[in-house]
């Protein structure tokens, strides 16, 4: 279909964006933020969404980036899916986020959609908030007024929707650094390659004398946001992880994580029913922490 007609500005530096945007807000026009458009041109050509312009962000490099800041990792908004998974600093230093990127998509989409388009599209169904989410990651905001940091835990409002207050610009995402005894991983259950995750968990685990020490875990497409799987996380506490992803009679692991869904409401939809989706929190759950915690 043929988007709804729209005006398209191109600011040549953030003031002149932050500038732009606050002037709509106040004379409360729909104006929208265009990155990678790999979410939002879909919605327009379907009509779901008929902004009466589009900000253009792609021609502010400063927006662009990977820098190790020591106790976390910055990651600008317009980095690419595909530049942060080739950057360095982002394997060594945040390897959750590099796990959970290496999942989205393909390489068309990874190489145009942006790691601030998935989190201020805020789609429980994208892999990145799960991530942000469990990792406490912080957002960093700009608007006409200044700059503003909002927690990952209130970043996420409802389906499709982020604590971005109109006339806002996200500009990066601060990633905590984890340090040494941390282990990730990021289990992606999908139909086929490529696809988005029918559930998914991204797991941090910090283990000490074979125990495990914490936990964190976020959920994709469980609700209306990502989740925190709290139940989990203190249930595994002090949990031997020799038992983690075995087989046997006794496994407290899988015990825990018995209450993987517990706060959930995950959706019904053409690929799965929400006591499906449940079942999966739970075994893929499982199965993060024992590759986590390895
Ligand atoms: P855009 O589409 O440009 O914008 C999305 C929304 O965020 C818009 O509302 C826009 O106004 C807002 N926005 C963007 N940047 C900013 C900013 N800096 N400040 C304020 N607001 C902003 N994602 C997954 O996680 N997993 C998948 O498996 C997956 N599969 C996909 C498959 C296909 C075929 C496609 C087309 C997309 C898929 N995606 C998937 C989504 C992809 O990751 C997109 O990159 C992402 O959702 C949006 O990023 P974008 O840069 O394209 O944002």
Redesign the pocket.
Known sequence: MIPAPFDYVRPASLDEACQVLGEAASSGDDV????????????LRLRL?Y?SA??D?GRLPE?RGVEDRGDHVFIG??T??DEVLRSGVVRERIPLVAL?TA????P???H????????????P?????AVALALDCVFV?RSGEGEREIPAAEFFVDY?E?A?EPG????GVKVPALGPGWGFHYE?F?RTA????IVGVAAAVRRSNGTIEEARIGL?NMGSTPVRARAVEAAIRGVSIAAAGSNGAHDPVRDACAGADEGTSPPSDLHAQPDYRRHLARVLTHRAIGVAGR
């Open positions: 929208k933020v265009l990155a990678g458009g790999q979410s939002l041109l879909p919605l969404a902004p589009l900000v962000l927006l908004a317009l690419t899916h959970a999942t989205v998509a393909d068309a989409v990874r145009r959609g942006t790691f601030g388009g998935s989190m201020a599209h805020a789609d169904a994208g892999d990145l908030p905001v499709l982020s971005l806002e610009v996200l500009i992606k999908h490529q696809a988005w995750a994709t």
